[in-house]
Each structure stands twice: as C-alpha cells, then as structure tokens.
C-alpha cells in the first residue's frame, strides 16, 4: 500500500516536472540547444537518481554532432563530462546496443544499466543514453519517464528552431519552418498520447491504492478524489462531483490539523501528522506533500487499528515496567554477533546508571561487578556464545557511590536457524531478600537461644538434683576429712581419700555446670565435623536426672560405624534436647506401661546419618498432626510452640529433614537426617 502511493507520488511529481521545464519562456530557448537539453537531463538525473545522462544532437538541431553530458552533484568532483562521451563512442562501436545494456562503470568500481531513447523520428535529432547502477534500474515505469523526457527535449528543441528561423527574415525559411512544424505536431500528437496513457495509468494506481488519495490547488481547492476518498466524502454527506473547484474551508468549517497543512503548503516541505477524527471515529495518519504546481497532495490512512495495537502495547510495556519496578526485576538482551545490549529501565535503576544515558556495553557490566565476583561472571559470559544452555548466577554489584547490591541473574539463548543470534534474560535485585534472610537467621538464633534458656528452666528441678549430689558428697567428704584430721594421731591416708572423692564430686558438679553453660550460650554459628554419637550421649546425659524424676527408661542404640556430619554442636544438641523433652512430655500420662524412651542412631544411605527419638506415649492427635512444626502452635498448656519449628529450621539449614511417624504399636518416632561431612553444604 505504502509503495504504491510512493510510486503514484514519484510517477506525477516527475510529469509535472518534464511539462514544467517544457513551458519555458520564449526568451530561455535562445540560450540554444544544449542549455535546453542540459535543462531536461539535470532533471531525470535527480529525479530518476541517473549515474549520468547524455543527450547527443545532431542533424535538425546542430551545424555538427554535440555531446551534452550531464552527472550528479556528488560526482562533477571526480569525472569530466569528457570522459562519458569517449565511454559512449566506445560502447557504441561494440555494436548496437540492447536491453539490457551492461557495462563497466566508467566513474568507478562496479557496473552500470544503460538506456538509450530516441530523439524525433528515426533519431533525426539525435538520441539520449542515460547510465544508472542501481539494482533493479530500469524498471517500466522509468522507461516511461524516460520516453516522455526524450520527446520533451525533442518539441523543446524543435520550438526553439522555429522561433529561431522566425526571428530571421529569410525566404529559404519556408522549407525548414514546413518541416519545423510538421515534426512540431507529430513529436506533440505522441508527447499527448504518452502523457494521457501516463494519466491514465495514474488514475488506474490512485484507484487502487487502499487508501484516501486527493489534491488541491495552490489556493486550497480541490482538484482530485481517488474512489476511496470520494466514498470518504460520502460518509461525511458531500458529493465529490458538487466538491471539485470548491476550497477546503467551503466545505469543511473546522479542520483539526489546519496548522499542518498550511506548513505544507507555505514552506513547501512534506509534513506528516496523526489525528482522530470523531466524524469517521477514526484515527487518521496524513502524508502532506507539496506538488511542482503549488499545491498540495495527500494521501490519508485509517490507522486506527494499529493506534489500538500501540496502546496495547504501550500499556503493556507500563505494566510491565511497573511489575519491574515494583520486583526489582530488570530485563535485558545481549545480541551476540554486534555485541551490544539493551536493558530496561529497571535494569538500569539495578546496576545505579541513567536510564536517559547510553546503555552500558559487556565491559562497563563487567566494571560493576564487585572485584571478588567478578573473575566467576567473566568466565560465564565468555563461555556463554560457545556452549549456549540456560543459566543463572548470584553475584554482588558494586553502584558509583558505593553502593553494594546483591543480584541474580537468569539468561536464555535464542536461536534463528541454528544459529545463535541473543541472549535474554532478567536481573533481580535480592538485597532486600539477602538482608531478610540474615535478619531472620540472626532472629532465629537468638530466639533458638533463648528457647535453650527456657528448657533449662524447665529443667531446673532436674539440674538442681545433678548439682545436689555432688556438692552434698563434697560436703560429707569434707567433713570426713576434718574428722580424720581432729583423730590423734590424724589419719592421713583416709584424710587423702577424702580430698581425692571432694575432687571428683566436685568435677562433677563443674561437668555439669559446663554441660549447661555450653547448652544456653549465644554466639556465631560455627559448624565443624562433630561426632554425633558424642551429641546424643551429651544429651542424655544432660537430662539424666529429668529421667530419672519422671521415671522415664532412656535406651540409647547408637551407631558403631557412624560418619560426621558437618554441623553447629550446640545447634544439633538442642535439636535432640528439643526432642528427648517433647519425648518425656508426651508420656507424662502413661501409667499402664513403662516409660520407654529409645534414643539411636545409624546411616541413612550412602551420604547421611538417621537420629531417631521413640517414645511410648499416647502419640499425636491426627488432627494435630500437619501442624506441630508450625511456629507458635502447641498442644501443651504451658508451651510456648517454638521447639519442634525451631529444631526443623535448625536441620534444614543444616542440609537435612526432619519428620514424625505414628509407631505401629503407640508413641511416636521423630527422626532427622544429617548429610556426612564430605557432601554437607557449607554454612
């Protein structure tokens, strides 16, 4: 549609430049033949955009055959007119020529289509050779332009002879100002015929042409409706043929875009402008364009369709670009083989550039990185266009106020035919995320410690048992000693005994003391390889006496052959303390059995350790059950809810699970995992 009317537009502006150049005043042929030919060739050179053009005159017009050579602007530098004459005579003594033409360009590197057209019957007057290399040169219609400027040279010249042998008072005039005006008609019948089969050609492609195409004249009226504007009319309730010699603002009172068009008209420069129109409830697209006769032409679109399709799109991109903000998910694309990118706003906002700036190249992203990443990202990116696979990367971003972000990033090859063309992906900021992370572990672990504080509360009576013993055997040791040392003689050897047992006892307490200092302390999580036989023997023996009080049998199976894990001590020791309690605590109504607690350990396939705690109690209310490691539920009536969701976030963290299954009998077993040492993932 588009290159329709662009051939409409070029078909008529070049006509009307040829009939201009025709109605040259009387006083403008006197200049003689070659001016006149000079004039027509400068024309089809930039209209029809010739390498060169050359009009040979000879015979009626000329005492002696003349070259008249014109070239483009940008070539008159670099080649004399000359030299295309000498490239002609060479041509032509090859043989006539045939269309297609072919030859050497003589200006340069490269090849050139020749066209030669006659001037006057039989070339009487002489011919044209024009010279083109551009691809496709010459189409049908630039034959017929090229027909129609021949045949304007050929009465150009032949009305300049006849006004010349006018202005001469000579008899023997009469023979040549017969002949003058007989080529005179016959060169103007055909010149006639050409343009009326140009014409209607014309009005056959306005026609055709699926949008509104009408012109007016220098002082706004109208001269021409193709069918689609004339149907236009219609709608709006004029008659096109009642229109015709009528000006615009007869016809129509207000006209939206009348600035636009008096800039057209007055500065003569094509002007282009968008519009809805409420009449047609149309959005309207006009292309204004200034004629050789000073008027106007336009050719007018319905684009409401795309118009819709833009909003469309322009709302979508302002989701999108909102969605983008309000994430902090950037998107960009990097084309491979000119290696440049484009990001989006957001992108841009991410990294601390102007989005109104230029967008950074591979090397100022490179520069970005923090310097400890950035030798990781290097690799990644360069192996990116040799092996093309979906891939993602964390890494941090240093802005130019020093600003450090975290980020992650997500790419994806596309291909064209095979072969890589781009890849794509996003950005997301993830600091907010990162700090949240170390702001709910940090609060994990300090509430973790603060629920060992509670337990040991909870264990008071116990503790104070196990610290009881030993400080009353210090106590009756001690007085024992004095007793030995008040005898007469003093009994030192059972004085020694007794020091060495106030020692032991005391040692003990102490042991105890640490076990409990160890179990409430708050500090860095710090993992190493830790025995986990040793743990769950350090447990037990920490609620020794808790057992003993609630008559509870503690069976401890563990493992001979058991791996390290890497891990947190005090962490996995309040897991298992967190378990053994919840344990005791769901058999403190069993009175009909014994009080079994089964405490064991072994590996659970090739890459981790099982620690299974089994109680006998009631077991767990199914309709309890999915919840009991959720924070803050509790079936207790003094429990605050923390411990089993503690102990699950303390083993997930570690890399392992932790799960309840009802025993076939009554109770129920906790179990938890542990990846070994070598595959652990690290803190």
Known sequence: MRQGADEVKRLEGYIDDLISASAVPELAYRTGPSAIAGTFLELIIRDLRLDFACARLAGAFTPTPVDIVRLPESQRANAQP???SQAIDSWLAAGPPRWPYVVPNPFGDGHVALALLPLGLQHRAGHVIVGCGRAGFATKSEMLILRVAANQ????????RRMAERARPDDSTGDRNQFSETTETTERRRANRLVGAVNARLEMVLDSIPDQFFAFSKDWRYTYFNKRAAAQLKVLGKDPARVVGRTLWDEFSHVPNEAALRRAMSERVPVIDELFYPPLKEWIENHMSPCVDGGLVILQRYITERKRAEQKLSRSEAYLAEGQRLTHTGSWAWYIESNNMFWSEEQFRIFGFDPQGPTPDMAMCLQAVHPEDRPVIEAKLKGAPCKPRDCEWDYRIVTSDGTIKHAHTTAHPVF???????YVGTTMDTSESIRSQEALLKAQAQLAQITRVLT???????????????????????????????????????????????????????????RIRAFVRRGESHRMPVNVNELVMEAATLLEGEARGRNVMVRIEPSAQLAQVLADRIHLQQVIVNLLVNAMDAMADVHDISRMLTLGTESYGPDAVLVTVRDSGKGVDPGHRERIFDAFYTTKAEGMGMGLAISRSIVEAHGGSLWVTRNDDRGETFQFTLPIANTAAPE
Do not use: C, F, M, Y
């Open 456 to 514: 040991v509360g909870e264990l008071t009576a116990s503790i104070a048992h196990e610290l009881n013993q030993p400080l009353a055997a210090v106590v009756t040791n001690a007085s024992a000693a004095l007793r030995w040392l008040d005898a007469k003689p003093a009994d030192l050897l059972e004085t020694r005994a007794a020091a060495e047992r106030i020692i032991r006892d005391a040692n003990r307490a102490a042991a105890v003391i640490d």
């Open 416 to 422: 064209e035919a095979g072969k890589l063309i781009e």
């Open 153 to 160: 040279i050929a009465l150009a010249l032949s009305e300049s």
């Open 82 to 84: 000359h030299n295309v």
